[in-house]
């Protein structure tokens, strides 16, 4: 029986328009030298990232209990020279001052690249594309109240409000229940009325829900106006690097967001939604399963090419002393030791190896991301694609 | 529905989006600790003892409930009362630092604007006009090498390739850091030599010179120039690839429109056909974009003036977010400074809707 099931789904697949589409796009990469280029990039960058341990073993004489990150990333001590040395057969890309290998940076510095770019664009994309879904789905009131959060983050420039989050989240997070309960009596409340609105009819599910929010709203009122505890839910413990992603990750939303509520508001009225309506499906059914694949296929292959400026915004902010902790693995951070020689020219071109090496990995992997998404923005574009 | 009342309703719109803006701001002042956000109200921060701050802290329910807090910071806001800043020279309310600032960084990006907004959209036009041949190719590769670079880095190529030729050629470094050399900031520093009229020292030099009658006031402008070259170049070549792209594929859209092919049908010249009917529907939501750019740039200011040890607001935000040398973020200049940019941003956008409606009459009629 299951092994029908999986036979037929073979067949299926055969003739899908998804698989289609997707051979189609990889036929017309392969076409375009540059995202071909761009590809080699990133498969080299990928190489690097998983054979770092063996391209630059981590020293196993080096005292770990001298430092208080026993991580790798943290960058190994050769000496305690104060001038930066040149590349030597030793060290292949010099030693900064206070004698930090460059090439042990700029190895496992690939690794926090991909850790920092996957990370903010998987978490931009999952809340961007639950609160568009949202939006676009519902329209009215809840359509009003999200995009006004995403207008209002939009205002800011990126980098400053991602300096001014990064700075502000402190290190040890309290969650407290005075914290979680108005947040939650403020979504429950949301859709207690909007289900109201949209089915008319009482149900036992509802009436749960409700009772939900009333207790919520109360135990609120009672922390805030009386004397209920406010018990502490969870704390967590943030690293410098932690910080700055989660300041990516608040900023970076609300773009998605508004492309994708553009995407559903376009599918929201289409034959299949309507009849999936008629036929009864419920509101989350129709959402997940019949506007999403339609909706989500060409972002999440843009968005996942976002990694090349999401680098080079974290970049940005290390070299603004905003980054991970001191000798942390991250190329920002590597050119943000030259800093120091930039107000004499002469002994900054004399160390040019500081920030020249670093910088050009930011460069080609930040190239390598965007060569490949500017080739698959043209294909995808339905207007343009096959002409 | 008329222009005027496309204006209206518009400046309606903008009244939830500077509460929200107010909102998030208070919500960045509640993620620091009590102490930090006592330095928003220390009138002179240099010289506060921890019982001052406490003393602070208490007088202003810095510890309590964040509802109260809220409606203390607003009356402070409405007073004009953004804090005092400690980062610098010229420690003062924040307010009053940032105006000081202002000039300068409007001076560079009043050059930055037109180069890259110009620029883009001439390479649009061009690499959309001659699609997939080796004018597109070369425009996309410059656009997305544009858009790659590391802002700070390419700076830093800039200044080591200035440095390296002007050693060769004329025997000693030309040095590239600052709003002037240093010889001209002592004129400049000086009330009596140099009046400041705009603080835009270009236009302040040409303006002594014609006013005043002072020669060096020339000489100051052109250094003045000189200087304002690298920073302006690695902006521009930042910003122009997004712009650059967005008018490319706006302008194949509208080349695939019925107009242009009656217009081909018609006998036009392909020069007249692109640049009186293409071109100028294409050009329409670039303008929205120049506005968006606005960000960007204030985002690409912020690194570039602290590379180039530019006198602006950028370079006095980016120091005061570390806190200079002594360590401590300078909380009152960074929540001053977000604030500020907000308010810009939003300006400028509303101003290029207008511009917006009044270009294109879908948008206020339709």
Same mark, same amino acid.
């Given at each position: ?49 998983? #054979? ?22 943290? #960058? ?9 040395? $040149? $590349?030597?057969?030793?060290? $292949? ?34 809340? @961007? ?9 519902? @329209? @009215? ?15 800011? $420039? ?22 979680? #309960? ?49 018990? @502490? ?11 700055? #992603? ?42 997940v399963r019949h506007i999403l694949p339609n909706a989500i296929y060409p972002i999440v292959i843009l968005a996942s090419l976002d990694i090349g400026s999401i680098v080079l915004l974290a970049a940005a902010l290390s070299f603004l002393r905003v980054g991970a902790e001191a000798n942390f693995a991250d190329w920002g951070q590597l050119v943000e030791k030259s800093r120091v020689y930039l107000g004499s020219g002469a002994s900054f071109i004399r160390y040019w190896y500081i920030w020249v090496i670093p910088g050009a990995f930011i460069f080609v992997f930040s190239l390598g991301w965007n060569l490949l998404g500017d080739a698959l923005r043209d294909i995808l574009d339905p207007t343009l694609r096959r002409r | 529905m008329g222009l005027r009342e496309y204006i209206i309703r518009r400046l309606i719109l903008v009244i939830p989006i500077i509460l929200g803006a107010i909102l998030l701001v208070f919500l960045i002042t509640q993620l620091f600790t009590p102490e930090q956000r006592a330095f928003l109200y220390l009138k002179n921060p240099e010289k506060t003892k ?34 005092? *800043? ?45 699609? +997939? ?38 025997? *000693? ?62 902006? *521009? ?122 270009? +294109? ?6």
């Amino acid at each position: 029986m299951a092994y029908k099931k999986i036979e037929t789904f073979i067949k299926e697949l055969k003739y899908s328009p998804t698989l289609k589409e997707l051979k189609f796009m990889l036929h017309r990469v392969r076409q375009s030298p540059l995202s071909m280029l761009g590809s080699i990039i990133i498969i080299f960058f990928a190489l690097v990232a998983i #054979l770092a341990p063996y391209l630059a073993p981590p020293n196993p004489d080096w005292d770990v209990t001298a430092y208080p990150g026993k991580s790798p990333f943290i #960058l190994p001590r050769t000496g305690f020279v104060p001038e930066p040395q $040149p $590349p030597s057969p030793t060290h $292949p890309f010099g030693l900064t001052s206070e004698s930090f290998d460059i090439y042990y940076g700029c190895v496992w510095g690939t690794i926090t690249a991909f850790r920092v770019g996957i990370t903010v664009v998987a978490a931009t994309l999952i809340i @961007g594309l639950s609160i568009g879904l949202l939006a676009a789905y519902y @329209g @009215g009131i809840i359509d009003e109240i999200l995009m006004r959060f995403t207008d209002v983050i939009i205002v800011f $420039p990126g980098l400053i409000l991602a300096l001014a989050f990064a700075l502000a989240i402190p290190d040890k997070f309290d969650i407290k229940l005075g914290d979680v #309960l108005p947040i939650c009596s403020v979504i429950f409340t949301i859709i207690t009325v909007t289900q109201f609105i949209s089915k008319r009819q009482i149900s036992w599910k509802w009436i749960l829900m409700e009772n939900l929010t009333l207790v919520c709203i109360l135990t609120s009122t009672l922390i805030y106006f009386g004397n209920f505890p406010n018990v @502490g839910i969870a704390s967590i413990t943030m690293t410098k690097l932690d910080k700055v #992603l989660a300041a990516l990750i608040l900023v970076g939303w609300p773009g998605y967001a508004r492309v994708i509520r553009g995407e559903v508001l376009r599918i929201r009225n289409e034959d299949y939604v309507e009849a999936a309506k008629a036929a009864g499906c419920s509101d989350f059914r129709i959402m997940v399963r019949h506007i999403l694949p339609n909706a989500i296929y060409p972002i999440v292959i843009l968005a996942s090419l976002d990694i090349g400026s999401i680098v080079l915004l974290a970049a940005a902010l290390s070299f603004l002393r905003v980054g991970a902790e001191a000798n942390f693995a991250d190329w920002g951070q590597l050119v943000e030791k030259s800093r120091v020689y930039l107000g004499s020219g002469a002994s900054f071109i004399r160390y040019w190896y500081i920030w020249v090496i670093p910088g050009a990995f930011i460069f080609v992997f930040s190239l390598g991301w965007n060569l490949l998404g500017d080739a698959l923005r043209d294909i995808l574009d339905p207007t343009l694609r096959r002409r | 529905m008329g222009l005027r009342e496309y204006i209206i309703r518009r400046l309606i719109l903008v009244i939830p989006i500077i509460l929200g803006a107010i909102l998030l701001v208070f919500l960045i002042t509640q993620l620091f600790t009590p102490e930090q956000r006592a330095f928003l109200y220390l009138k002179n921060p240099e010289k506060t003892k921890p019982e001052d701050i406490e003393a602070t802290i208490l007088m202003y329910g810095l510890n309590r409930s964040a509802f109260e807090q809220f409606w203390n910071w607003l009356n402070q806001l409405i007073q004009g009362n953004l804090g005092m *800043s400690r980062t610098y020279v010229e420690r003062g309310p924040v307010m009053q630092v940032m105006l000081t600032r202002w000039p300068a960084t409007i001076e560079l990006a009043l050059f930055i604007a037109p180069i890259t907004i110009l620029l883009g959209i001439f390479l649009g036009v061009k690499s959309a006009v001659h699609r +997939d041949k080796l004018l597109d190719h070369a425009t996309r590769l410059i656009a997305i090498g544009g858009y790659s670079l590391p802002s700070f880095w390419l700076g830093l190529v800039l200044i080591s390739i200035t440095v390296l030729f002007t050693s060769a050629i004329f025997g *000693s470094a030309w040095n590239p850091f600052g709003r002037v050399s240093l010889a001209n900031q002592h004129i400049i520093r000086n009330a009596q030599m140099f009046t400041r009229y705009t603080g835009m020292l270009t236009l302040d030099g040409i303006l002594n010179g014609l006013l005043n009658g002072r020669p060096w006031g020339y000489q100051i402008a052109f250094d003045a120039f000189l200087h304002l070259i690298l920073p302006v170049t690695v902006v *521009s070549t930042i910003n122009v690839g997004g712009l650059l792209r967005l008018t490319r594929s706006s302008m194949l859209e509208a080349l695939t429109k019925g107009y242009i092919i009656t217009a081909k049908a018609k006998g036009l010249k392909m020069s007249e056909v692109i640049n009186r009917h293409a071109r100028r529907n294409a050009l329409i939501p670039v303008v929205t974009v120049a506005g968006m750019m606005v960000a960007g740039l204030m985002s690409g200011l912020v690194i570039t003036e602290t590379v180039f040890q530019f006198e602006g607001v950028g370079r006095w935000a980016a120091e005061a977010a570390t806190g200079g040398e002594r360590g401590a973020p300078d909380v009152a200049s960074v929540v001053g400074f977000t604030f500020f940019t907000a308010f810009l941003f939003i300006f400028a956008n509303l101003i290029v809707d207008i511009l917006y409606a009044y270009i +294109d009459p879908r948008i206020r009629l339709g």
